[in-house]
């Protein structure tokens, strides 16, 4: 196999060496664990690097690096091995392999369950990536569901004192948003007679139409289904959308489907908590703009005024609930569901701006939320507990570490010249002009957000040092290795933002176009 022709077969499936690698070492062997999946997560990164500099054409609207062959074939019924990526999902499969990478470095003091533990942080990698440039979404579906039981375990075997309850609650939140995204599947397909999200040349050149593109020249005949095309009251195209905006909303999360989240994020480990906040909340948002909107235009329009108001409701109701947080991973956890907030509020929008800061947003809250989780992790391998109220003027007995955590803290609040200040300022921006006073509100958000991490410094770094912390290490040299990739992106992408925004803008045009008569 060519690995440049194979490029996103390769990123998505070489972690599964990795895998196979693990379950033939010796319990014992612990370092050499380590080892291996550390360098079946660095190839899938060094991939991911050559795609974004040199493999991916970042003018281009196309979705490019396609592969295309025959996967299940039993009459009628042909599912491909379909992929692609664009300007949309390229940078996220960046990220995913960084955040993957990244999170086996955070994962070193693991030692209960080693094999077990690598083998489906590997597996989960395969999930996200292959969930991301999925081009089928019958694949896209086997994707999302790899996704689900590799985090279950990781939470329910490796997590705090409520994981069980943590676990079964992700999973069964996530199982029941997979059902109703499986039966909008398959009543496309009972439909159309096709799984392909992107139109393909056939062997003969000839080209053959995929869903988005029936969606948007209305050829889905609703009449196929039933004698009237609808379910549960509302015409074919209207429970599709809602059937696929839950599901997807589950993952992102949107309120009143986020209660999950946090506890999820608490009982997690850190490196799990990472990987959530940093790339699986973005699965939501992904799944919104690649199929869950497209494949449904007239209602995505329809309801896109409630869609809005969900999304500030997210921005404001999560940040007020962060500031009313002691625990310090869940004022992290709920400050995710603030932030998440804008890509919705975006999407709704349907202006280039907003749609900009939308996409924009997925990627910088994926660096600075990991940083965040990042750094509630070292204070905890410390101080063993997360209470605000019990630290102190950590500042001096730890510098290093408060300086890493203000620079981290900053970023999430949309400091000017780090990266987060953009993509909320053009998701604001963009969406002024259809949706003013949600904007309005929403800035509401932006204002507590600063008011609950700026306070967050003041109960653990300032004031007098308590004496139960005198003897607390700062930060050492591994977490700032796992801290420092992402501080480096807040950085680059606050002071160039253009360098990530250009390779999203075709992404963002090819959008809009599937919606005509939108202007």
């Known amino acids: 196999m060519n690995v440049a022709s194979n490029l996103l077969s390769w990123i998505t499936f070489f972690p599964l060496v990795g895998i196979l690698a693990i379950m033939c070492l010796p ?12 360098v079946a997560s ?9 795609m974004w500099f040199w493999g991916f054409d970042g003018a281009s609207e196309r979705m490019q690096l396609i592969e295309r062959a025959p996967w299940i074939q039993a009459g009628n019924f042909v599912v491909q091995y379909f992929v692609g990526v664009d300007g949309l999902s390229m940078p996220l499969v960046a990220l995913t392999c960084l955040l993957l990478f990244i999170g086996v470095f955070a994962s070193w003091n693991i030692e209960r369950g080693l094999k077990g533990y690598f083998a489906l942080l590997l597996l989960l990698e395969i999930g996200i990536n292959g969930t991301f440039v999925s081009l089928d979404m019958f694949l896209f579906y086997v994707f999302w569901e790899i996704m689900l039981l590799p985090m279950y375990f990781l939470i329910g075997i490796w997590g705090g004192p409520r994981r069980e309850y943590a676990a079964i609650k992700f999973f069964l939140y996530t199982l029941a948003g997979s059902v109703l995204m499986l039966v909008a599947i398959v009543a496309i397909y009972i439909i159309t007679g096709r799984f392909n999200i992107q ?3 056939d062997v003969n050149g000839n080209n053959v139409a995929g869903l988005l593109e029936l969606a948007r020249t209305k050829n889905i005949n609703p009449q196929v289904l039933t004698a009237n095309g609808m379910l549960l009251g509302l015409p074919f195209q209207d429970w599709i959308f809602w059937f696929f905006f ?8 949107v309120f009143p489907f986020h209660t999950w989240l946090p506890d999820a994020h608490v009982e997690a480990p850190t490196p799990i908590s990472v990987i959530l906040a940093g790339i699986l909340l973005k699965l939501g948002g992904y799944g919104m703009l690649r199929i869950g909107f497209p494949i449904a235009p007239e209602s995505f329009m329809k309801y896109r005024d409630f869609l809005a108001v969900l999304g500030t409701i997210n921005i404001v109701y999560g940040a007020y609930v962060a500031m009313g947080q002691t625990d310090f991973k869940k004022l992290v956890a709920y400050s995710s569901v603030s ?5 919705l509020l975006g999407a709704a929008s349907m202006t280039d701006m907003g749609l900009k800061g939308a996409t924009l947003q997925m990627f910088n809250h994926g660096t600075s939320s990991a940083m965040l989780f990042l750094i509630v992790g070292v204070l905890y391998d410390r101080a063993h507990h997360r209470d605000l109220n019990g630290f102190g003027g950590l500042m001096t007995q730890m510098p290093r570490y408060g300086g890493w955590t203000t620079l981290g803290f900053f970023a999430a609040l949309g400091l000017p010249g780090l990266a987060g200040f953009w993509s909320e300022a053009m998701t604001l921006l963009g969406s002024f002009g259809p949706y003013p006073t949600l904007t309005i509100i929403s800035g509401l958000g932006v204002l507590m957000t600063a008011a609950f991490l700026l306070w967050t410094i003041q109960r653990v770094f300032l004031g007098p040092l308590n004496p139960k912390y005198a003897k607390l290490p700062d930060i050492s040299a591994r977490e700032i290795f796992c801290q420092a990739p992402f501080a480096a992106l807040c950085i680059v992408f606050g002071v160039a933002p253009a360098m990530l925004i250009n390779i999203l803008a075709p992404a963002v045009k090819s959008y809009l176009a599937m919606f005509p008569g939108l202007h």
């Open 27 to 38: 319990s014992a062997q612990k370092q050499l664990i380590r080892l291996v999946a550390i």
């Open 42 to 50: 660095a190839v899938p990164l060094g991939l991911s690097l050559y």
């Open 199 to 201: 139109s393909y040349l």
């Open 246 to 253: 839950i599901a997807f909303a589950i993952k992102v999360p």
């Open 339 to 343: 932030h998440m907030g804008y890509v």
